[in-house]
Structure formats: structure tokens, C-alpha cells
């Protein structure tokens, strides 16, 4: 019976986690929302999501918070298409999204019956590794973690003016 309901419990847990990440993709423009208040209110939807899960509950809010550096940074590329910065965060961007998307297939055809356990996993990888390749090409002259950095900085300079206003 323990087992069933861990078993249950588990299930849940995926099905909120794949329901948080498919939000998290999205962004304000989607709700036709104010930056700020979509962010609060991502916020407020993860930790009430979470809120049986402490450590899941931890690691989504870190998550959005790196969404949302990940989103002003897009805006600066948007801003400043020709440099160098703006190309490597539409690399990695673009990386990220069609990896995910494909390992979501992936899963989906799993799911219906479509591939096996093994025939899953390696597709995954695949669509992984190449993900992976784009990364590291994209890291030789631009790293992934000053980009963050970047990110992290435009992030907290647009709350510092969402408080004084």
C-alpha cells in the first residue's frame, strides 16, 4: 500500500514538474501580463505548486529566478542584435528550446507506446548531445556563465526599479 502511494505521489510530482517547466517557457508577452507582475505571480504559482515538496519547491524558485535573468537578457539581445553576446544568448536560447522540445517527443512517443525503454533513451541522448555541441561551441567565445552573470546583473537592476516605483 506505502509503496501505491509513493508510487501515486511520484506520478504527481512529474506531472506538476512537467507542468511548471512547459510554464516557465512561456513569459509575460503570453498573458499579455506587466513584467513584474508576471514574475510575482510565476513565483506565487511555483511555491504554491511545490508546496508538499520543499526541495522541488527550492529548486523551481531558483528556476524562475534564472528564467527571469534568462528573459531580460533576451530583451538586451533583442536591444543589441548585432553583438557578439546577443548571438551566443540566441545559440544557447535556441539550443535549449529545440533540446527540450525534442526530448518532450521523445517522451510522448514513449508514453504512447511508440519506442521502447531503451530506444527512449537513446534518442534523448541524442537529442542531448547536440544541445551539448551547441553549448560548447558557443562557450569557446562567448561563456555560458558570463552570459548568466549578465543576466543575473539586468535582473536585479530592473527590481531595484520595480521597488522605487
Same mark, same amino acid.
Given at each position: 500500500?506505502?509503496?501505491?502511494?509513493?508510487?501515486?505521489?511520484?506520478?504527481?510530482?512529474?506531472?506538476?514538474?512537467?507542468?511548471?517547466?512547459?510554464?516557465?517557457?512561456?513569459?509575460?508577452?503570453?498573458?499579455?501580463?506587466?513584467?513584474?507582475?508576471?514574475?510575482?505571480?510565476?513565483?506565487?504559482?511555483?511555491?504554491?505548486?511545490?508546496?508538499? /515538496?520543499?526541495?522541488?519547491? !527550492? &529548486?523551481?524558485?531558483?528556476? =524562475?529566478?534564472?528564467?527571469? +535573468?534568462?528573459?531580460? #537578457?533576451?530583451? @538586451?539581445?533583442?536591444?543589441?542584435?548585432?553583438?557578439?553576446?546577443?548571438?551566443?544568448?540566441?545559440?544557447?536560447?535556441?539550443?535549449?528550446?529545440?533540446?527540450?522540445?525534442?526530448?518532450?517527443?521523445?517522451?510522448?512517443?514513449?508514453?504512447?507506446?511508440?519506442?521502447?525503454?531503451?530506444?527512449?533513451?537513446?534518442? /534523448?541522448?541524442?537529442?542531448? !548531445? &547536440?544541445?551539448?555541441?551547441? =553549448?560548447?561551441?558557443?562557450? +569557446?567565445?562567448?561563456? #555560458?556563465?558570463? @552570459?548568466?552573470?549578465?543576466?543575473?546583473?539586468?535582473?536585479?537592476?530592473?527590481?531595484?526599479?520595480?521597488?522605487?516605483?
Amino acid at each position: 500500500m506505502n509503496e501505491q502511494v509513493d508510487y501515486e505521489y511520484s506520478l504527481s510530482l512529474e506531472k506538476r514538474a512537467n507542468m511548471f517547466h512547459k510554464e516557465l517557457r512561456k513569459g509575460p508577452h503570453v498573458y499579455g501580463m506587466e513584467e513584474k507582475a508576471y514574475w510575482e505571480a510565476l513565483t506565487s504559482y511555483t511555491a504554491e505548486l511545490f508546496s508538499d /515538496a520543499p526541495a522541488e519547491q !527550492a &529548486r523551481g524558485l531558483r528556476r =524562475v529566478r534564472a528564467g527571469r +535573468a534568462w528573459y531580460y #537578457l533576451g530583451k @538586451l539581445a533583442k536591444a543589441h542584435p548585432n553583438t557578439k553576446e546577443a548571438a551566443a544568448y540566441r545559440m544557447y536560447d535556441e539550443a535549449h528550446n529545440q533540446g527540450l522540445d525534442r526530448v518532450e517527443q521523445i517522451f510522448e512517443s514513449w508514453r504512447a507506446g511508440l519506442i521502447d525503454d531503451e530506444e527512449c533513451r537513446a534518442q /534523448a541522448e541524442r537529442a542531448l !548531445a &547536440r544541445q551539448r555541441a551547441v =553549448v560548447a561551441l558557443t562557450n +569557446a567565445f562567448v561563456p #555560458l556563465e558570463r @552570459l548568466r552573470m549578465t543576466g543575473e546583473m539586468l535582473q536585479l537592476e530592473q527590481m531595484t526599479r520595480d521597488a522605487e516605483s
